[in-house]
């Protein structure tokens, strides 16, 4: 892919993103309007279920399957008898434990398990067809997930406006996307199944250390949840679940877009597709932190004027963990070539280091400043995330992008956040002011020429 396709399929997935998120967006106010904190906060320990068991049991097959679908060594057919049965058995593992939840009364625990099978199928599909980059197919996929979960939710709310309705929706939502795969898949026609070859050995070479950084990245998504629950409070639970929730609107793009950067570092078989890294960290330190900053900037004025309740403790807790987006923006680039270079235990690595150096001050932090600590916390932990595995890169030989990118842009990131109290406006306008003072995002010849074409 060159330069202007990544841009161009990015920005496919983007829009997408954009459409699914208002949808999103729309639901969360309505779940927030509609239940109590307390249920709030029920239902943000239901995601963090659902999260943590979405990459524990998902092995690293995701981004695997982007890996080695997009390199085009692996058979159509092989493919889909080895991922077949590996979700077979994944589901069956799955079910069993949600039956033994729910018979020991762990209920909302029981429910996110038997949601995951459903969602394990729309990921690797989603994965394969970014692999194959189908992005018309994709995006149709995401945008229809996000409003069958979505219509599920406000047809559940009418009747349960308690934590089950939003978490009906969600299970119901899954399976609908589920089924409506499979049945698009059988009327397209299916590969004649074949045992698998010789490349399981590789494949499980990049989806085990994925999985284990994946499941080592989801303690870290669990325990913040859980610290607030027993330090702070159920109440205060619910507030960060909804600055959560609007955070997730803006990484839904930059998780797509790390797929796609996947996709092409595995596609480039020579370092000649590598060394777009720095430039494409450039791009996203451009795009992605003026992204964050005017949401930090407009949702504080616009949800109070649809929300019901006092939630006004969540905007402070929004604007900080938008700075987890600046990190982002270089992360993500480095986890795609690690992955595409296979070299993924650097990022099991990092998780690790980056777990333990968040352990402790999360604690400390929540104890004595509250849920502006545990998102002060979560923005150390991507951190430490970030420059680890940029090191680790490094001593393995692997290229890397420059590492003041991310000095300099963190620097001009804190400085405009800083204005979030007294001018919220303000903010972008002082990165994009700082930015340029410190070349951040100085555009190289190499793609001028390309973003003049799009």
Known sequence: MTLREIIRYAGTLYGASVAASI???????????DISRADLGVYGLFQAYFLFGAYASSFGFAPATVRWVASGTVDDGEFLAFISLRLLGISVLLYAAAAVAYLLSFTVLAAALF??????????????ARARLWRRREAALLMFASLATSA?????LTTDHGYWGPIAGQVLGAYTTAFVMVGYMLMRGMPRLRWPGAWRRAFWGTALPVFLGSSVFAM?????????????????LGVYVLALTLFNLLNKPVHMLSRVLLSHFSQAGDSKGHAKAPEIVRINLAVLPLMGLAAAAILP????????RNYNGAFPVFAVLTAVILVKAIELVQSSVALARDSAMSNFRA??????????????????FGLIGVAWAVVLRWTVLAVVQRFDMKRQGVEVPPFHLLVRAGGAYL??????????WFMGIAYLGLGTALRIWSAPRSWRPAMRRI
């Open 23 to 33: 949808v999103t967006f729309g639901v969360t106010i309505l779940i927030s309007r």
């Open 220 to 236: 870290g998504e669990l325990a913040d949840r859980l610290v607030i629950r027993h330090v702070v409070g159920l109440r205060a």
């Open 115 to 128: 949601a995951l099978p459903a969602y394990q199928i729309f990921n690797v599909g989603l994965s394969a």
């Open 301 to 308: 004025w616009v949800m109070p004027l649809v929300l019901n």
């Open 152 to 156: 599920w939710i406000f047809a559940l």
């Open 415 to 424: 400085v405009a956040l800083a204005f979030f109290p007294v001018a919220p």
């Open 351 to 368: 998780q690790v280091v980056a777990l333990v150096a968040y352990a402790v001050p999360v604690f400390f932090l929540a104890r004595s």
